[in-house]
């Protein structure tokens, strides 16, 4: 519903111009890697701090999108790419966490600019 109601007001403010973009990755074996990249067995990232104090992973492969359907298109992507291993509990298990990150930018016709992540 969040995805739906962003790219609403995104195409229907005329005043605002916005730059959506996703990013996916993966914590496992406490290693960061990127689900979006072409070559996943190499694309181990680093988390970097920023002057203000915010975390943020500037290797990682940023998507733009137009839709939701682009999202959920990507996320399908990211998936295939997860690390995968059998444990006593099932076959096929995930043992690790994947992150979605929605990366807004709008630029109104001032020149002001907004940014903001989900």
Known sequence: MALNDLFTISTSR??????????????????????????????????????????????????????????????????KHRASGPTAMNNRSSRSHSILTVHVNGKDISGNVSCSCL
């Open 14 to 79: 005329e005043d605002v111009k916005y730059d959506i973009r996703v990013q996916m990755v993966e914590i496992y074996n406490e290693q960061v890697r990127d689900l979006l990249s072409e070559d996943t067995s190499s694309t181990k990232l680093d988390i970097r701090s920023s002057s203000n104090g915010l975390f943020n992973l500037p290797d990682a492969k940023m998507c733009p999108v137009q839709s939701p359907s682009d999202v959920m298109t990507l996320m399908l992507l990211g998936e």
